[in-house]
């Protein structure tokens, strides 16, 4: 029977000056019927999308002064992390070149800044408990004044 409908379709538009025959009505009729149950997806089986991970200029255009000051670290690094001393950004805003000190477990492991490498990596984030910390003031020992 589709055959026949399928051959009708293909005559008339031989008719109508030589139109081709639509892509959509072969489908309608090589397509199976589908099942009430097959046109709606069931919520278990939708995957929740995944979020896109962010390399370290993208971390840090989110923190004050683009995070110069601020801890990053790679996502599987323990206990290494970078202070960001120097960004030098592309045009585009998205990608570029970063400088800072290696800290190790909180401690300071270099003296001098050196090239971060990677910083186009999709894997950097915020490390918040190691960062700019306000400077320690004197007014908890009391100063002595001379006289």
Request: hydrophobic share 35%; charged share 25%.
């Amino acid at each position: 029977m589709a055959a026949s409908l399928v051959k009708r379709a293909v005559s008339r538009t031989e008719t109508l000056g030589g139109l081709r025959l639509s892509f959509n009505l072969l489908r309608n009729f090589s397509a199976p019927a589908a099942s009430p149950s097959s046109e709606k997806p069931s919520s278990e089986s939708i995957k929740p999308k995944r979020k896109k991970k962010k390399n370290l200029i993208e971390v840090a255009q989110f923190l004050p002064n683009w995070g110069i000051g601020y801890h990053m670290a790679k996502a599987h690094w323990n206990g290494i992390s970078y202070e960001i001393t120097k960004i030098n950004l592309y045009k585009d805003g998205k990608h570029g070149k970063a400088w800072g000190i290696v800290h190790k477990d909180g401690l300071r492991a270099a003296e001098a800044p050196k090239k971060i490498s990677g910083v186009h990596k999709r894997c950097w984030k915020y490390i918040p408990n190691l960062s700019k910390t306000a400077p320690a003031t004197n007014s908890a020992t009391p100063e002595v004044q001379a006289s």
